[in-house]
């Protein structure tokens, strides 16, 4: 059982709309990532947060927009999205720092129609 | 740039042993890890190497040789609940350590 937990699993959103992921872990880690994977790809990395901070922003277009607000938890907003974000999108916790494995939640399912 | 390569596809029949293969060319290096993916699931954390020579965990075992840029995942009696895909990935640098580069992903199918 992963102990990275991510809501909703499975969201559909038009173009227009606003909606938010969220993820919560409860390991005492001090970083946490969102990746996105399409279908049949390796994951890619979105965000990196490290003590609450951002500290990696991979170039991810503006309509997605991260948020820690606090050490356990992680949102994605996402707004004004395109049917090509359509994907599955992952969050994922470790220590801080070389060595550490990072450990995923199981995915958020989104489709943009 | 960055390259991790893997194979696509690998069959073997349950019971059997399968070694998985990732050769790597990237940047820098500062550990590789194995992630096993069922379809339409997470990753899961296999193993982790960052010095050069062999881990063991049970029936699974990886292989690191930093000089040569290369790793395996051998898999052994086999089962069929590991038909799944299998990510080879590298923490490509210490200043950027949430950064990890992910393989293609080899998919295994065991068959009975």
């Known amino acids: 059982d992963t102990e990275v937990t991510q809501t909703p699993k499975h969201l559909v959103m038009g173009m227009t709309n606003k909606k938010s992921l969220k993820c919560e872990q409860h390991?005492?880690?001090?970083?946490m990532y969102w990746y996105k994977q399409k279908a049949k790809k390796p994951p890619e990395l979105m965000f990196v947060y490290s003590y609450e901070k951002l500290s990696i922003n991979e170039s991810v277009p503006s309509r997605f927009s991260p948020e820690c607000p606090n050490s356990s938890l992680l949102n994605l907003h996402l707004h004004a999205l395109q049917p090509e974000d359509s994907a599955l999108y992952l969050c994922?916790?470790?220590?801080?720092?070389?060595?550490?494995?990072?450990?995923f939640g199981e995915g958020s399912w989104l489709t943009v129609v | 740039g960055q390259n991790i390569d893997q194979p696509t596809e690998m069959t073997a029949t349950e019971g059997a042993i399968v070694q998985i293969n990732c050769t790597y060319q990237?940047?820098?290096?500062?550990?590789l890890f194995w992630y096993q993916q069922h379809a339409g699931e997470a990753p899961t954390f296999l193993s982790y190497?960052?010095?050069?020579g062999l881990e063991e965990k049970g029936r699974f075992s990886s292989f690191l040789s930093r000089s040569k840029g290369y790793s395996y995942l051998l898999l052994k009696e086999l089962q069929m609940k590991d038909s799944a895909s299998y990510l080879c990935a590298v923490r490509v640098s210490t200043d950027s350590w949430g950064k990890f580069q992910f393989g293609a992903g080899t998919q295994v199918v065991v068959t009975p």
């Open positions: 990237t940047s820098g290096f500062n550990g």
């Open positions: 190497n960052v010095l050069d």
């Open positions: 390991m005492g880690h001090r970083a």
């Open positions: 994922a916790s470790s220590q801080v720092g070389v060595g550490n494995t990072i450990y």
